[in-house]
C-alpha cells in the first residue's frame, strides 16, 4: 500500500485559512478519498451505497491564531460506533436540499450550531465505508461562536483540535486486525484524552492529501 508509507512519512502541514481556501478552489477534479480498508477487503465492500454528509469546521482562535477543528465523541449508548469520535454529521435525507445542507442540518441538530455560524468553503471527495455509505465531506470555516446545545441522545462531548497536529502525518498510525475471516486496516491519531481513528481518521488523510497536492502545484 504505498499510499500509507508515503503519507506517514510526509512533511507536516500547517496551512493558514487563505491557503485552505485556495486549496479547495484550485481543486479541479474531486476524487474519492483513498480508502485502504477497501484494498484489504475489497468484497466486503458494497457496490451501491447510500449517502451522508460530514462538517469539518474550521475555526481560527484569537487567542493564538490557531486553527482548531471541531470534533465530537458520539454518546456511548448509541447502538452503531458508539463513543468513537466524530465529525458533525449523518445520512442525506431526500427531503434535502443538498449534500451541504444535510451537513449543515445535522450538525444544528447534534450540537446546536446554526449554519449562519459557518462559512462553506468547499469539500472533498467522498469516503466509502464497509457500512455502505458513501460520506462527503463538507469544509467549513466558523465565523463566529455561539453556545452549542448538544443533543445527548447522539453526542456526549465536543473536543476542540489544532489543526496542525491532525496535519502531522508522525502522529497517526496504521493499524491492521483481523475480524473472523475479514481484515480490516485505519488510520489511527491520538491528542490529549481522545483517539480518532477509522472513517473520521480517513477523511482526515484525505485532507491532508488535498492541500498536500496543491502545494506540490505550487512548487
Request: aromatic share 10%.
Amino acid at each position: 500500500m504505498p499510499h500509507i508509507s508515503q503519507f506517514l512519512d510526509a512533511l507536516p502541514l500547517q496551512p493558514s485559512m487563505d491557503e485552505i481556501r485556495a486549496a479547495l478552489d484550485h481543486t479541479q477534479d474531486v476524487h474519492p478519498i483513498y480508502n485502504p480498508d477497501k484494498d484489504l477487503s475489497p468484497s466486503a465492500y458494497k457496490l451501491k451505497y447510500r449517502s451522508a454528509a460530514v462538517l469539518i469546521p474550521i475555526w481560527q482562535n484569537p487567542d493564538d491564531e490557531q486553527l482548531y477543528v471541531l470534533l465530537t465523541k458520539r454518546a456511548l449508548h448509541m447502538r452503531n460506533h458508539p463513543g468513537q469520535i466524530a465529525f458533525p454529521g449523518g445520512k442525506h435525507d431526500p427531503t434535502d436540499a443538498s449534500i451541504q445542507y444535510t451537513a449543515l442540518r445535522e450538525t444544528f441538530e447534534e450540537i446546536g450550531l446554526a449554519p449562519d455560524c459557518f462559512d462553506l468553503i468547499g469539500e472533498l471527495g467522498e469516503y466509502c465505508t464497509i457500512s455502505g455509505f458513501c460520506i462527503k465531506p463538507i469544509i467549513a470555516e466558523m465565523t463566529r461562536l455561539s453556545k452549542m446545545s448538544l443533543c445527548e441522545d447522539e453526542v456526549k462531548s465536543v473536543h476542540w483540535v489544532p489543526l496542525s497536529h491532525l496535519l502531522t502525518p508522525s502522529n497517526y498510525r496504521f493499524r491492521k486486525k483481523k475480524l473472523g475471516n475479514v481484515s480490516r486496516g485505519y488510520f489511527e491519531i491520538d491528542y490529549q484524552d481522545i483517539r480518532i481513528w477509522g472513517v473520521t481518521a480517513g477523511i482526515l488523510y484525505g485532507l491532508y492529501e488535498t492541500l498536500a497536492q496543491y502545494n506540490k502545484q505550487l512548487c
